[in-house]
């Protein structure tokens, strides 16, 4: 089946604690990207990846790092969490072609940083 | 990428045809315009995109005025399971600077769906 898989799918943890919320897809697709959405917010892109190697910063980069070291995986990091980052994330992937059509989106993880 | 306007919520009642309008009057020519889906805690789900001509698939139909400034997403049989949030979403397949993945989500109309 295709999908995009997160984990966890929950977390709760304090300031300053390093964490990895993990991302994997099984479609072989080129493009990825995080998002995060915040009540009265919307989504928000965090960083997104065009290929293996290849990423770059989104609307809200500050506080996270993202690495894309094998195609079906790309890791959000936050290296010292704090609690405006306390969210809901969701990662998301497609063929490079399919950014003219669809995304596939990961089922969420929420994270509360206290 | 171009503004989106849509209602903020509708309702709808199980088995009846729903139609969800989006206004885009500043759509330019190269703006897909595509509809994704967010169910309650899940993440958002492609539904339906089009350009320029109306298209069905097997969750919806879309149609697209002749002005191109706005389009109406038509779900022809309602069930409990289409309750959600629908995001009218335009793309500009030529914006290749930037993030240009990017999907623009705005509020989006909220369905109900009655039983």
């Known amino acids: 089946e295709a999908q995009v898989t997160q984990n966890p799918r929950y977390l709760i943890t304090v300031t300053g604690k390093k964490l990895t919320v993990t991302c994997s897809q099984n479609m072989n697709h080129e493009y990825m990207s995080w998002y995060r959405q915040d009540p009265g917010l919307g989504l928000r892109q965090i960083y997104y990846?065009?290929?293996?190697?290849?990423?770059d910063k989104g609307d809200v980069p500050e506080g996270y790092k993202v690495s894309r070291k094998e195609k079906r995986n790309f890791p959000l990091i936050l290296e010292s969490p704090s609690p405006n980052q306390t969210s809901l994330y969701f990662c998301?992937?497609?063929?490079?072609?399919?950014?003219?059509?669809?995304?596939?989106f990961g089922p969420g993880t929420r994270l509360t940083v206290t | 990428d171009a503004k989106t306007t849509q209602p903020n919520s509708m309702e709808s009642n199980e088995e009846e045809p729903v139609h969800l309008p989006c206004n885009h009057s500043t759509i330019s020519g190269t703006d897909y315009i595509h509809w994704y889906r967010q169910l309650p805690s899940q993440g958002p789900e492609y539904v339906i995109h089009g350009l320029t001509s109306n298209v069905n698939n097997r969750m919806a139909s879309l149609a697209i005025a002749e002005d191109r400034k706005s389009s109406t997403l038509i779900l022809h049989r309602a069930t409990l399971r289409d309750a959600a949030v629908y995001y009218c979403?335009?793309?500009?397949?030529?914006?290749?600077?930037?993030?240009?993945?990017?999907?623009?989500f705005g509020k989006g109309t909220k369905l109900s769906v009655k039983p």
């Open positions: 998301a992937s497609s063929l490079r072609e399919g950014l003219r059509g669809e995304q596939y």
């Open positions: 990846s065009m290929n293996v190697e290849v990423t």
């Open positions: 979403i335009l793309r500009d397949v030529l914006n290749y600077g930037g993030s240009q993945g990017n999907l623009i």
